[in-house]
């Protein structure tokens, strides 16, 4: 079946450094890419729609300069969080539309710890 | 936009039936579908409907009724490694954004 790849698993990082997350499908194409946040405890926050070969579209209140969304090519889009602070530590994980059960595949997942 | 609530958390036994519930405010949606989700894991895909009944899968049941604006999500003969989140979720209609609810913990003990 379709596999989306997230890498890292897990990431430490000093206040202040810049993290990239990549999500890559494996055997399939992927034109969308969703990249969701959660925080402990709470619900997987949408936030941004990422279309390869276009820029990404941001929700509201998530700021586009500090999480910057690269989708270069149909199997891999990459998330960097910028001058990241403790409070950007979560749980960030990517999804790709159009395959999988009910049409998204999930990549695993990553944890952020900024310190 | 789609607003999505359920119960924060459900606590039962092993052995036990569980109903967790969904209302929902949507503007335009394919259908509703549920998630588990265990600590540190990603969201893995349970349940769908598309029109409104119950859809039986195994020991899981979900059930839909669009004219209420509510699902459900049954858990039957629950067992310990059912202990976990659980997330109602609908497609946007207009830009396919798989949009979450507030999720459920639940927990079964022995």
């Known amino acids: 079946g379709a596999v989306v790849s997230q890498h890292p698993s897990w990431v430490i990082c000093k206040s202040g450094t810049s993290v990239k997350i990549e999500c890559r499908s494996l055997d399939f194409q992927a034109t969308t890419m969703f990249w969701y946040r959660q925080f402990p405890k709470q619900s997987l926050m949408l936030m941004a729609t990422?279309?390869?070969?276009?820029?990404?579209?941001?929700e509201q209140g998530v700021e586009k300069d500090k999480f910057l969304i690269n989708h270069a090519s149909l199997t891999l889009s990459t998330l960097t969080v910028t001058s990241a602070h403790p409070e950007d530590s979560s749980f960030y994980i990517c999804s790709a539309e159009g395959t999988g059960p009910y049409g998204y595949t999930f990549g695993s997942g990553t944890r952020l710890t900024v310190v | 936009g789609q607003s999505l609530e359920q119960p924060s958390e459900v606590t039962a036994v092993e052995g036990a039936i569980v109903q967790i519930n969904c209302t929902y405010q949507t503007s335009g949606f394919y259908g509703l579908s549920w998630y588990q989700q265990h600590d540190g894991g990603a969201p893995t895909f349970l349940s769908y409907n598309a029109l409104d009944g119950l859809e039986e899968t195994g020991r899981f049941s979900s059930f839909l009724s669009r004219s209420d604006s509510y699902g459900y999500l049954l858990l039957q003969e629950l067992q310990m490694k059912d202990s976990a989140s659980y997330f109602c979720?609908?497609?946007?209609?207009?830009?396919?954004?798989?949009?979450f609810g507030t999720g459920t913990r639940l927990q079964v003990f022995p």
């Open positions: 990422s279309n390869e070969g276009s820029k990404a579209t941001y």
């Open positions: 979720a609908v497609r946007d209609w207009d830009t396919d954004k798989l949009i």
